[in-house]
């Protein structure tokens, strides 16, 4: 079977699906193909999200997304052997708003569910085998035994770049420019949420760990509140295990068992295990550039990441780099195209 569309989007994630919501809104015939069972199956990260792509862009955004808590203070929490030491910042009233918890598989399919109310297809359980390339340019995609045509493809593969890698778009991975994240989710309930941290009105905290269990590694642990789970994990530098016998299984086993967390997670229950790459590396360390003869490189796969220990940023930068890619779509396909492709 072959099947032609203005744009293919290889990847269902936040960057995959922000760029099919644009140009399905841009009135663009698009299709987003997605290898996960359904959208967010495959999707892993810590727990938080900055809001202003959203605000710019979304309208109305706050009262259908499916927002957990806004996070109203960041902590800096030192584990001591037994105790700990804490610093806390508390947001003020303007940017306490500023980034909220999600799970990710909920909020991917509320994203989704943006991009088929303009117009766009979704298709999950489809893993992208090859690409179509004819005189240089990438004209379409083949995927169990199809062929999808289309005039521009959109790279949102995520931090595994398997097809970008494939046909050499990006580099291949350098230990030195990644790491392992491994979270767990645990049930614990609302109210002793509120009670262990001492929240008030549905805000929620977001915390970099440092000390104890990390026993000094290059990374850190994290810990986000969510309505009534807590998600807490580990990034560890790929170097470590390689150098320094260490194994971020048994860092995350440690971590959790620190007094600090044995009071909170008393009769919890355990809903998530989850891994998976981290690229520190930044743009410049993944691709010469983000695009090429008839396609757009997007999120995770084009290195729009921020990971500075405290602060880590990657569904913001996801949403916007998806924005910027429908915008040069749109505006090459305004141009005359056989002159001005990307």
Known sequence: MSEKFDVVIIGGGPAGLSAGYFLSKYGFEVLVLERGVELGSKNVFGGRIYSYPF????????????????VGSERLISLCEEGISQIEYRLSSQSRHGSFTAFLSSFTSWLG???ESNGGLVATGVKVDDLIIESGYVSGVKAGGDEIRADYIVFAEGVNSILLEKYGFKRKPDPEGYAVGIKEVFKVGENKIDSYFGLSNGEGVAAYIMGGPLRGIRGGGF???????V???IVVHLHEPLNRDVYPREIIEDLRLHNYFMGLLEDATLVEYSARS????GF????????GNGYIVVGD???FVLNTGFTVRGVDYAVLSGKYAADAIKDAHERDRDQQRI
Request: without cysteine; hydrophobic residues 35%; glycine residues 12%.
């Open 55 to 70: 605000d710019k862009y979304f309208d109305g955004w706050r009262d259908e997304a499916p927002i957990e808590r806004w």
């Open 113 to 115: 569910g943006l991009v």
């Open 223 to 229: 810990l986000y509140t969510m309505k009534d789970y």
């Open 231 to 233: 998600s807490i994990g």
């Open 278 to 281: 981290v690229s520190e590396a």
């Open 284 to 291: 410049s360390g993944v691709l010469n550039r983000p695009y």
């Open 301 to 303: 796969s084009a290195g």
